[in-house]
T-cell receptor, first 113, second 113 residues
Framework: EPEVTQTPSHQVTQMGQEVILRCVPI?????FYWYRQILGQKVEFLVS????????KSEIFDDQFSVERPDGSNFTLKIRSTKLEDSAMYFC???????????FGSGTRLTVV | DAKTTQPNSMESNEEEPVHLPCNHS???????IHWYRQLPSQGPEYVIH???SNVNNRMASLAIAEDRKSSTLILHRATLRDAAVYYC??????????????FGKGTTLSVSS
């Protein structure tokens, strides 16, 4: 079964550093998303991306965050200057045109120290 | 997205059926009912979805009340692997491809052997 692949699985970074989280969505999907989940809390929507532009974003997705699809296969989330409160599990997801095609990756655990 | 209400937690024994309820009294006529689950340390995964009729797939069954103000996810024989957080999510249809799934707190299902 097709998978959404995320790398790395765990990243530790110092406060103030930039990080890039990477995702390879399912190849025939057109819509891409980033979510985050702080430990013990619910899954929170960050941003959705379609046709090389952001289609929706939440209040969490401020100027410190950016997304990019640099080539035909990768989808990235960049955090410019990490804060301690950015520590969370970040999930990438992709979807096609039909219900039920929404697929999540296994996540990247980001730890900011 | 219309609001859903789920119990915080439920318990089950292995090999027994589990009925996970969801109330959505403000559902609109075009809202699809989706269920996702999140196993420990993993990203959410699709379980099932429906509009008006009851639905079955290899993972579960979805029973939708005639007035559509509530639904029940049915796991026919719970296994230890079914221990997860189960989310009931409404999304407007006809299926709005690319719109974000918004997660609530869900129901934490515990399964005992």
């Amino acid at each position: 079964e097709p998978e959404v692949t995320q790398t790395p699985s765990h990243q530790v970074t110092q406060m103030g550093q930039e990080v890039i989280l990477r995702c390879v969505p399912i190849s025939n999907h057109l819509y891409f998303y980033w979510y985050r989940q702080i430990l013990g809390q619910k899954v929170e929507f960050l941003v959705s991306f379609y046709n090389n532009e952001i289609s929706e974003k939440s209040e969490i997705f401020d100027d410190q965050f950016s997304v990019e699809r640099p080539d035909g296969s990768n989808f990235t989330l960049k955090i410019r200057s990490t804060k301690l409160e950015d520590s969370a599990m970040y999930f990438c997801a992709s979807s096609g045109d039909r219900p039920g095609s929404y697929t999540f990756g296994s996540g990247t655990r980001l730890t900011v120290v | 997205d219309a609001k859903t209400t789920q119990p915080n937690s439920m318990e089950s024994n292995e090999e027994e059926p589990v009925h996970l309820p969801c109330n959505h009294s403000t559902i609109s006529g075009t809202d699809y009912i989706h269920w996702y689950r999140q196993l420990p340390s993993q990203g959410p995964e699709y379980v099932i979805h429906g509009l008006t009729s009851n639905v079955n797939n290899r993972m579960a069954s979805l029973a939708i009340a005639e007035d559509r103000k509530s639904s029940t996810l049915i796991l026919h024989r719970a296994t230890l692997r079914d221990a997860a957080v189960y989310y009931c999510i409404l999304r407007d249809g006809p299926y709005q491809a690319g719109t974000a799934l918004i997660f609530g707190k869900g129901t934490t299902l515990s399964v005992s052997s």
